[in-house]
Protein backbone atom coordinates (compact mmCIF):
# COMPACT_ATOMS: atom_id res chain seq x y z
CA UNK A 1 0.00 0.00 0.00
CA UNK A 2 1.56 3.62 1.23
CA UNK A 3 2.48 5.78 3.91
CA UNK A 4 0.22 6.61 6.81
CA UNK A 5 0.73 10.45 6.91
CA UNK A 6 -0.55 13.19 9.26
CA UNK A 7 -4.31 13.30 9.08
CA UNK A 8 -5.04 16.13 6.79
CA UNK A 9 -8.96 17.10 6.87
CA UNK A 10 -11.48 19.12 5.09
CA UNK A 11 -15.18 19.23 4.07
CA UNK A 12 -16.96 18.67 0.53
CA UNK A 13 -18.28 22.48 -0.12
CA UNK A 14 -20.35 21.85 -3.16
CA UNK A 15 -20.77 18.88 -5.75
CA UNK A 16 -21.39 19.63 -9.27
CA UNK A 17 -22.58 17.87 -12.62
CA UNK A 18 -23.51 18.92 -15.93
CA UNK A 19 -24.46 17.38 -19.16
CA UNK A 20 -21.33 19.05 -20.62
CA UNK A 21 -19.10 22.13 -20.72
CA UNK A 22 -19.02 24.28 -17.65
CA UNK A 23 -20.51 25.66 -15.43
CA UNK A 24 -21.23 22.52 -13.45
CA UNK A 25 -24.30 23.25 -10.98
CA UNK A 26 -24.88 21.71 -7.41
CA UNK A 27 -26.71 18.96 -6.50
CA UNK A 28 -27.78 17.57 -2.90
CA UNK A 29 -26.24 14.34 -3.06
CA UNK A 30 -24.16 12.26 -5.39
CA UNK A 31 -23.57 8.50 -6.25
CA UNK A 32 -20.35 8.40 -7.00
CA UNK A 33 -18.79 5.24 -9.33
CA UNK A 34 -15.17 4.54 -10.65
CA UNK A 35 -17.18 6.23 -13.75
CA UNK A 36 -17.66 9.58 -12.31
CA UNK A 37 -20.66 11.02 -11.06
CA UNK A 38 -23.72 9.59 -12.04
CA UNK A 39 -25.95 12.20 -13.96
CA UNK A 40 -22.75 14.14 -15.22
CA UNK A 41 -21.29 14.24 -18.46
CA UNK A 42 -18.41 16.06 -20.57
CA UNK A 43 -18.72 18.26 -23.92
CA UNK A 44 -16.15 16.15 -25.24
CA UNK A 45 -15.75 12.50 -23.77
CA UNK A 46 -12.48 12.18 -25.76
CA UNK A 47 -10.56 14.70 -23.73
CA UNK A 48 -11.97 14.28 -20.82
CA UNK A 49 -13.39 11.29 -18.33
CA UNK A 50 -12.73 7.92 -18.03
CA UNK A 51 -11.05 5.86 -15.02
CA UNK A 52 -8.22 8.27 -14.61
CA UNK A 53 -10.52 11.49 -14.56
CA UNK A 54 -13.16 10.22 -13.07
CA UNK A 55 -13.53 13.08 -10.85
CA UNK A 56 -12.62 16.86 -10.86
CA UNK A 57 -11.28 18.12 -7.60
CA UNK A 58 -10.99 22.43 -6.89
CA UNK A 59 -9.95 23.63 -3.77
CA UNK A 60 -12.54 26.47 -2.72
CA UNK A 61 -9.56 28.90 -1.46
CA UNK A 62 -7.82 28.64 -4.94
CA UNK A 63 -11.02 30.01 -6.24
CA UNK A 64 -10.99 32.90 -3.88
CA UNK A 65 -7.59 33.26 -5.10
CA UNK A 66 -9.14 33.42 -8.85
CA UNK A 67 -11.81 35.64 -8.20
CA UNK A 68 -9.54 38.26 -6.12
CA UNK A 69 -7.48 38.08 -9.51
CA UNK A 70 -10.79 39.52 -10.96
CA UNK A 71 -12.48 36.48 -12.64
CA UNK A 72 -15.82 35.38 -12.22
CA UNK A 73 -15.57 32.56 -10.59
CA UNK A 74 -17.65 30.64 -8.24
CA UNK A 75 -18.23 26.72 -6.97
CA UNK A 76 -18.96 25.05 -10.09
CA UNK A 77 -17.10 27.30 -12.50
CA UNK A 78 -14.21 25.67 -13.66
CA UNK A 79 -16.00 22.23 -13.99
CA UNK A 80 -15.16 20.62 -11.02
CA UNK A 81 -17.03 18.01 -9.26
CA UNK A 82 -15.76 18.36 -5.99
CA UNK A 83 -15.40 22.08 -4.27
CA UNK A 84 -13.54 21.37 -1.20
CA UNK A 85 -12.45 23.66 1.90
CA UNK A 86 -9.76 23.19 3.91
CA UNK A 87 -7.54 21.07 1.81
CA UNK A 88 -4.22 22.84 0.67
CA UNK A 89 -3.47 22.91 -2.78
CA UNK A 90 -0.32 23.29 -2.93
CA UNK A 91 0.27 19.85 -0.50
CA UNK A 92 -1.79 17.87 -3.29
CA UNK A 93 0.22 15.56 -5.16
CA UNK A 94 -0.63 12.75 -7.22
CA UNK A 95 -1.48 9.19 -5.94
CA UNK A 96 -2.72 11.16 -2.48
CA UNK A 97 -5.93 9.31 -1.24
CA UNK A 98 -9.08 10.71 0.73
CA UNK A 99 -11.72 9.57 1.96
CA UNK A 100 -14.97 11.04 2.51
CA UNK A 101 -17.81 8.59 3.98
CA UNK A 102 -17.58 5.59 1.77
CA UNK A 103 -16.23 7.21 -0.86
CA UNK A 104 -12.16 6.96 -1.60
CA UNK A 105 -10.14 8.60 -4.06
CA UNK A 106 -6.68 8.32 -5.56
CA UNK A 107 -5.43 11.61 -7.04
CA UNK A 108 -4.59 10.68 -10.35
CA UNK A 109 -3.29 13.74 -12.17
CA UNK A 110 -3.38 17.48 -12.65
CA UNK A 111 -5.80 19.10 -14.55
CA UNK A 112 -4.25 21.13 -18.31
CA UNK A 113 -7.06 23.44 -18.69
CA UNK A 114 -8.98 23.64 -21.92
CA UNK A 115 -10.72 26.51 -24.08
CA UNK A 116 -13.99 25.73 -22.44
CA UNK A 117 -12.88 28.25 -19.71
CA UNK A 118 -12.10 30.83 -22.05
CA UNK A 119 -15.55 31.98 -21.05
CA UNK A 120 -14.10 33.73 -17.81
CA UNK A 121 -11.65 35.30 -20.13
CA UNK A 122 -8.63 34.12 -22.39
CA UNK A 123 -6.02 34.41 -19.70
CA UNK A 124 -7.60 32.08 -17.36
CA UNK A 125 -5.79 29.31 -18.77
CA UNK A 126 -2.21 30.99 -17.91
CA UNK A 127 -3.80 31.83 -14.39
CA UNK A 128 -4.39 28.36 -13.36
CA UNK A 129 -1.55 26.09 -14.76
CA UNK A 130 2.00 26.95 -16.34
CA UNK A 131 5.14 25.27 -17.52
CA UNK A 132 6.40 24.24 -14.13
CA UNK A 133 2.85 22.77 -13.20
CA UNK A 134 3.01 20.65 -16.16
CA UNK A 135 6.15 19.45 -15.59
CA UNK A 136 5.10 18.52 -12.38
CA UNK A 137 6.65 21.30 -9.98
CA UNK A 138 4.74 21.76 -6.85
CA UNK A 139 6.76 24.76 -5.92
CA UNK A 140 4.54 26.81 -8.43
CA UNK A 141 2.05 29.17 -7.60
CA UNK A 142 0.05 28.06 -10.14
CA UNK A 143 -0.20 24.27 -8.39
CA UNK A 144 -3.19 22.96 -8.00
CA UNK A 145 -5.48 25.98 -8.72
CA UNK A 146 -6.85 24.05 -12.49
CA UNK A 147 -7.89 21.08 -9.94
CA UNK A 148 -6.82 17.52 -9.44
CA UNK A 149 -8.59 14.59 -11.75
CA UNK A 150 -9.13 11.65 -9.15
CA UNK A 151 -9.92 8.36 -9.79
CA UNK A 152 -12.65 5.83 -7.66
CA UNK A 153 -11.13 3.35 -5.49
CA UNK A 154 -14.50 2.64 -3.71
CA UNK A 155 -18.36 3.71 -4.50
CA UNK A 156 -20.43 5.53 -2.44
CA UNK A 157 -22.90 8.38 -1.96
CA UNK A 158 -21.49 12.40 -0.87
CA UNK A 159 -23.08 15.18 -0.07
CA UNK A 160 -22.15 18.75 0.80
CA UNK A 161 -20.68 19.03 4.31
CA UNK A 162 -18.99 15.50 3.88
CA UNK A 163 -15.55 15.86 5.80
CA UNK A 164 -12.62 14.73 3.25
CA UNK A 165 -9.70 13.16 4.51
CA UNK A 166 -6.46 12.69 3.05
CA UNK A 167 -5.52 8.84 4.27
CA UNK A 168 -2.95 7.83 2.44
CA UNK A 169 0.13 8.64 -0.06
CA UNK A 170 0.90 6.06 -2.46
CA UNK A 171 4.62 5.93 -2.89
Given at each position: ??????????????????????????VAEAEVTPEGIRGDSWANPQIHGGPNQAILLIASEGLDELIALGYPLFPGALGENLTTLGLDRRE????QRYRSGDVMLEIA???APCTSLDVYGPSIKQAVY???VKAGDASSPRWGLA???ARVLRSGFLRPKDIIELVDQVV
Open positions: MGNRIEAVTGSIVQINISPGGVPKRPMRIGKMRDARGFY
